[in-house]
């Protein structure tokens, strides 16, 4: 094993030489890989050293200390330095958000039943999240659910007579042709709103995207449950508020069915006023922004998953 000392090094161990020679003996014969590695093994490891390094010229001294000892909370050789500790608590994420790797979830039912798991596409539920596309679909679902029925008379629309009010002249009042104008009380409103639809285009796969990125943020925040079915015993509203007084940091559900909604949870679900249901093909951005807490049955994923997966039509 070949060894290279820079000079300047040499030069700062040369000070040194008159402390090696009383705290352990110079080697003077020239290096050998052999005679280093004997040196630097056992108990020499945690004592300092002097070596006189000869490479057929003068001797070089060296002096280092070496040490294996490995400093831990356990060690028995004092208190830990607390400098070296942090009070701060360092979290860890468990995972990488936004990877697309499929995600492993438990699947359980309203009676906290265990059902086994089940495997959610990471291109659906774990997509990296953006803002600017959530902002995008949520002003593209509140503009198109706008009614736009809005409407104002215009001066053809409102009901009064379209005789001229006076002379032209010789009053000394303004000229006036009909009592109908927008400066009259009970005229027409000029450039006011007319029925009209307030729906803009946006395209579909950032459509798509936008309930992606939705239901990845809820899975990420451990906010998506995967029941095995959404089924109730009666209709009666207790058995969902049973299982809602068990959950905690929880205030609003959304309850996904694969299907037409069950007329049982319909019922047990309809005077509450934090708990709504929808059926798979009504998922949405906004409903799903608007509750904390979204409850999904195995169905329900499965048909999102392949609608999600389908081409679109161009």
């Known amino acids: 094993m070949a060894l290279s000392i820079s000079r300047r090094i040499v030069r700062s161990f040369g000070s040194l030489s008159t402390l090696c020679s009383r705290a352990s003996p110079i080697v003077t014969p020239p290096f050998q890989t052999s005679e280093l590695s004997g040196l630097i093994t056992g108990d020499n490891l945690s004592h300092a050293e002097c070596f006189s390094f000869s490479t057929g010229g003068p001797s070089f001294l060296g002096f280092r200390r070496f040490s294996t000892a490995i400093l831990t909370p356990d060690s028995n050789g004092g208190a830990f330095p607390s400098d070296l500790l942090s009070s701060k608590t360092i979290l860890t994420p468990e995972r990488t958000i936004g990877i697309y790797e499929d995600l492993v979830v438990p699947v359980s039912n309203f009676h906290n039943e265990d059902h086994g798991f089940m495997v959610l596409a990471g291109d659906v539920f774990d997509v990296p999240i953006r803002k600017d596309i959530i902002h995008r679909v949520v002003r593209w679902q509140l503009a198109k659910r706008q009614q736009g029925t809005h409407s104002t008379k215009t001066i053809s629309e409102v009901s009064g007579t379209g005789r001229k009010p006076w002379r032209q002249k010789g009053t000394g009042r303004a000229r006036h042709g009909t009592l109908r104008g927008p400066q009259f ?28 990125i939705a239901l990845s943020a809820r899975a990420a925040e451990g906010k998506l449950l995967v029941f095995e079915d959404l089924e109730v015993p009666t209709h009666k509203t207790k058995n969902i508020v049973n299982y809602v007084n068990q959950m905690e940091n929880a205030k609003k559900f959304l309850l996904v069915d694969g299907g037409p909604i069950n007329e049982k949870l319909k019922l047990a679900t309809q005077n509450l006023h934090y708990v709504n249901v929808l059926p798979s093909i009504g998922l949405n951005v906004y409903s799903i922004l608007q509750h904390d807490t979204l409850v999904m049955s195995r169905d329900a994923v499965n048909r999102i998953v392949e609608r999600m997966h389908t081409p679109i039509n161009r």
Not at 188 to 210: D, E, I, Q, W, Y
């Open 185 to 212: 009380r009970g005229g027409a409103t000029m450039h006011g709103p007319k029925p009209r639809s307030h729906a803009f285009k946006l395209n579909k796969k950032v459509r798509r995207l936008g309930l992606k």
